[in-house]
């Protein structure tokens, strides 16, 4: 175990290190989750995004999540999400968010392999709640991930995940671009017991010719 943590560690800090140099934003984020029953979850999920891992927050946000598992390959959810977005402190702008998510799983081998799908509504006002646009996007994801590390007498495990996510606009109040954002990375999550992890992403996200940024997130998980 001591080897595995000892690879998970140098790889964490290494992508870390290679973000210091060339990344944009950062993110820390708690996910809060209450399990209802065998199908049924809550999810609450604060989040905080940062220039330089310290230097400016740009956006604070809000997310609650209801969530169905149908059986062991099949999930969807319902959120809502609320933005703060700090880039001119004079004027906040803020945006609602509302979107629906389904996702399928499987195993390949030693691999277990997610497409998920999600349909986001999103509004943005001035802080003076003067309506601006909507937009409505579609999200596919394909994602891969092998556990590195599991002890099943304890819960501890180790997850690698590879994944790409796809983001398009396809309606809207306004003018917009059909192709949004390609997001492409990977994370490890590291599950302490059955109550808490630790999860740590690299992203590169890619918006357009010369326009992209990298982004390193910090994640907290607690179940209830």
Do not use: C
Not at 24 to 29: F, K, L, V
């Amino acid at each position: 175990m001591k080897k595995v943590l000892l690879f998970a560690g140098s790889l964490m800090l290494t992508m870390a290190a290679s973000a210091q140099n060339i990344y944009e934003e950062s993110r820390y984020q708690l996910m809060i989750n209450y399990k209802l029953n065998d199908r049924y979850s809550l999810s609450f999920q604060p989040e905080m995004r940062v220039n330089n891992f310290t230097e400016k927050t740009t956006i604070t946000l809000w997310r609650l999540l209801f969530i169905k598992k149908w059986n062991e390959k099949i999930h969807s959810h319902i959120g809502a999400d609320w933005f703060n977005n700090w880039y001119n402190y004079d004027i906040v702008s803020n945006e609602l968010r509302a979107h629906l998510e389904t996702g399928f799983k499987d195993k390949y081998g030693k691999w277990t392999y997610l497409n998920r799908y999600r349909l986001d509504y999103r509004n943005y006002y001035t802080s003076q709640w003067e309506f601006q646009k909507s937009v409505v996007r579609i999200r596919y994801m394909m994602n891969w991930s092998r556990d590195l590390y599991h002890n099943e007498n304890n819960g501890q495990k180790i997850t690698l995940s590879l994944a790409d996510e796809v983001f398009l606009n396809i309606a809207g109040t306004s003018h917009f671009n059909i192709y949004d954002q390609n997001r492409l990375g990977g994370y490890l999550v590291y599950k302490i017991n059955s109550l808490f992890s630790i999860r740590s992403t690299y992203w590169w996200e890619y918006r357009g010719k010369n326009k992209y940024n990298h982004q390193w997130w910090i994640q907290l998980g607690f179940n209830f």
